[in-house]
């Protein structure tokens, strides 16, 4: 079945760092979707891809669709305590309608 | 629109009791989706709805689970017979009927003891 899988498991680092983690797929993907999240709060929409190569920004973040349609990598610029939490990439592959998710990307920021 | 709300948000239940979870999607989305997610795993798919209509579900998604969606406004899951290993927390999203992006509620908690 469809499968996501997410690297590094978790990240430690200190605030200033910057971060990079991927999320690569064993299907083509149409969509890929970054979200974080907090504990005990639902996951909340970072940033969203739709076309093979396209890079987009938001913030200190940036995303990239991978060209081969099956990766795509979030990276964070300048790391602050805030950006603590785990993220998940998302994606919905070209014959199905539902959105899988990652196991995710645990962030920790260390002040 | 304040976004996707999602009641309760917590809820304590004796094993074998019935629970019922109410999502109501921001107001111009068609699709509304339900997901459950355990501690240290990314959420998994349940099941989602086009207006009333019942599209997909998982077949992590046992006879004890119904989901309705009557009017094609909020949605309910109901869980009859509860297990511990129900105990999760479960999501609620919502999108555009074409739209590839989702966004999610503030999960609803369950524990079953």
């Known amino acids: 079945g469809q499968q996501l899988n997410q690297s590094p498991q978790s990240m430690f680092i200190q605030e200033g760092e910057d971060v990079s983690m991927n999320c690569t797929s064993s299907?083509?993907?149409?969509?890929w979707l970054w979200y974080k999240q907090e504990p005990g709060e639902g996951p909340v929409l970072l940033i969203a891809?739709?076309?093979?190569?396209e890079l987009t920004s938001n913030g200190r973040l940036t995303a990239q669709f991978g060209i081969t349609r099956k990766d795509s990598f979030l990276n964070i610029s300048a790391s602050i305590p805030s950006d603590v939490g785990i993220y998940f990439c998302?994606?919905?592959?070209?014959?199905?309608?539902?959105?899988?998710f990652g196991p995710g990307t645990s962030l920790s920021v260390i002040p | 629109d304040t976004g996707v709300s999602q009641n309760p948000r917590h809820k304590i239940t004796k094993r074998g009791q019935n629970v019922t979870f109410r999502c109501d999607p921001i107001?111009?989305?068609?699709?509304l989706y339900w997901y459950r997610q355990t501690l240290g795993q990314g959420p998994e798919f349940l099941t989602y709805?086009?207006?009333?209509?019942?599209?997909?579900k998982s077949r992590l998604l046992s006879d004890r689970f119904s989901a309705e969606r009557p009017k094609g406004s909020f949605s309910t899951l109901e869980i009859q017979r509860t297990e511990q290993g129900d105990s999760a927390m479960y999501l609620c999203?919502?999108?555009?009927?074409?739209?590839?992006?989702?966004?999610f509620g503030e999960g609803s908690w369950l524990t079953v003891v």
């Open positions: 999203a919502s999108s555009f009927a074409k739209g590839n992006t989702i966004y």
């Open positions: 299907s083509i993907f149409n969509t």
């Open positions: 891809l739709y076309k093979a190569g």
């Open positions: 998302a994606g919905r592959e070209t014959s199905y309608d539902k959105v899988i």
């Open positions: 107001s111009e989305h068609n699709r």
């Open positions: 709805f086009q207006n009333e209509a019942q599209l997909e």
